[in-house]
């Protein structure tokens, strides 16, 4: 099984969130929250605000801590073929400056705003709504229960 850590930023503004599409070198693309993978030795706070200059241009400051998923995603539609875990930090943050642009020699293609409400009309990754939800119940064990993955959402 493998095994990935990573932060994710959840940006609400003015009843719309921050909304990143992944285009991966094979597959369709998907809408994402800004964030990814927690390098060796990094605190995933500073990871968030890192992954978010990345891939969106923005400074962003964390608010605070809304939760943790963890989630095992079968073999049969994990990218690599094989049974993989996700432990996913969730920060609430909020954008302090900078210019909203692509990422550079990534796979984010752009980054929009968008209203809540439309988020559920576009092909996205279940990190886009374990992190809406977290955004709006703030519960008090930073822990959501398990989305169900079809339609338009994707692992």
Do not use: K
Not at 55 to 61: F, L, N, P, Q, S
Not at 69 to 85: C, F, K, L, M, T
Not at 122 to 134: E, K, M, N, T
Request: proline fraction near 6%; glycine fraction near 10%; charge should be negative.
């Amino acid at each position: 099984m493998s095994f990935r850590l990573a932060a994710y930023a959840v940006c609400i503004e003015d009843g719309r969130v921050l909304i990143a599409r992944h285009v991966p070198p094979i597959g369709e693309s998907t809408w994402t929250l800004p964030g990814g993978r927690v390098e060796h030795g990094e605190d995933p706070f500073d990871a968030v605000i890192r992954e978010v200059a990345e891939e969106t241009g923005y400074d962003a400051v964390v608010e605070r801590l809304l939760g943790v998923d963890s989630r095992v995603i079968p073999a049969a539609v994990a990218r690599a073929g094989a049974e993989h875990q996700n432990v996913g930090i969730f920060y609430q943050v909020r954008i302090t400056g900078g210019q909203l642009r692509p990422e550079r020699n990534g796979e984010i293609a752009e980054s929009i705003w968008t209203p809540i409400a439309d988020v559920a009309c576009r092909r996205r990754s279940s990190l886009v709504d374990i992190g809406l939800a977290l955004a709006q119940t703030v519960p008090a064990t930073g822990h959501v229960a398990p989305v169900p993955v079809g339609g338009l959402i994707q692992h």
